[in-house]
């Protein structure tokens, strides 16, 4: 089944997103019990963490981390937001620079200014957001940047997705509450998809969607530890306390280019086989035999497909025993910890 198609459903009681490609499941957003990356809090500083330079805080969902503080003293009040999920027993991770995120605006409080994607190139369009962002911005002491789906919308749709914007962070910002409170929740998966996946699809919202559309059959292969390659070969993804191990398996080719194949494979599949499962931190992969030489050109492949992967993902290359590490943000719920 060619094309993208975009199905909003719920499952096992959860609200969830899912993204078919194709046929193909590449991205699943689920509903979980923790905090949601975007919720903002205001925050009580709680106690410095000395030689990391960070700072507990306390929030109504329990602790959460800053890091890199300067100047902030206990017992301080202070707005910020959630980035991340954190690992089971840990601090929610929470950054100060409030972000305000829509379809097609992202409103700055810490940066002034009015900024188009660069991605918009046609000058008519550039002009005509810069005028629309004008007159609703006015003197306004925050930034705001306008998104690169906004090429093509209507102009009636992204003044309206402003000024929501500018009104939430308005009410944010100004709130009057003098202890810990939880000021904006971050988004649904419903309206996390409305958000970020912008390119043209079929929308379905009928219940039983996920099993008309195939949902459930992928779920059921990314819930495995197995995940087909191009080509006959495998990759085996196990998470651990400590890390995400990879493992890529030939299959039945026994060619002397075999290695080389499988892992370049693996460098197209694995972005989206770990979007699928909802997993962050640490990523070791343990690559099937190959040349040295062609080391750098496995790296620009998996650079290459990370470039449309929401998770900021660091390189942080290989090992002495030819291992190859990443470092993944953690923004999503692991999918094995939902649906189990």
């Not at 008519?124 to 940047?145: F, K, N, P, V």
Request: aromatic share 4%; net charge negative; hydrophobic share 40%.
């Amino acid at each position: 089944m060619k094309g993208r198609t975009i199905i909003l459903d719920h499952i096992a009681g959860r609200e969830a997103a899912a993204l078919m490609v194709d046929g193909k499941l590449d991205d699943f957003l689920i509903a979980g019990d923790a905090p949601v990356p975007g919720t903002i809090y205001r925050a009580r500083a709680d106690r410095p963490v000395k030689g990391q330079g960070g700072m507990f805080l306390t929030t109504p969902d329990g602790a959460a981390f800053l890091r890199q503080v300067k100047g902030l003293a206990p017992g301080a009040l202070l707005l910020v937001q959630v980035t991340g999920y954190a690992e089971p027993g840990k601090a929610i991770p929470v950054t100060n620079r409030i972000l305000f995120k829509s379809r097609y605006a992202i409103v700055t409080p810490d940066a002034p200014g009015l900024n188009i994607s660069r991605r918009i190139r046609d000058e008519d369009t550039r002009d005509q957001l810069l005028e629309i962002a004008h007159d609703l911005m006015g003197d306004s002491a925050h930034g705001l940047i306008l998104r690169s789906c906004c090429q093509g919308a209507e102009p009636d749709d992204i003044a309206e997705d402003i000024s929501a914007m500018l009104a939430l962070a308005d009410q944010v910002l100004h709130d009057p509450g003098t202890e810990p409170e939880l000021l904006s929740e971050g988004d649904t998966p419903h309206i996390l998809a409305w958000r970020d996946w912008t390119d043209p699809a079929e929308v379905v919202t009928s219940s039983g969607g996920f099993e008309a559309h195939g949902v459930l059959d992928a779920l059921e292969t990314a819930r495995s530890k197995s995940e087909p390659l191009p080509g006959g070969g495998h990759l085996y993804i196990e998470p651990t306390r400590a890390l995400v191990a990879v493992d890529v398996n030939t299959g039945a080719d026994t060619s002397l280019a075999a290695g080389t194949k499988a892992n370049f494979a693996c460098a197209k599949t694995l972005p989206r086989a770990l979007r699928v499962r909802g997993l962050g931190g640490q990523i070791t992969l343990d690559l099937a035999p190959m040349p040295k030489k062609d080391r750098r050109g496995f790296e620009s492949a998996l650079r290459a497909a990370l470039k449309s992967d929401p998770e900021e993902t660091i390189l942080a290359g290989w090992t002495p025993l030819g291992h190859f590490e990443l470092q993944r943000k953690r923004g999503r719920i692991p999918l094995a910890e939902i649906l189990k």
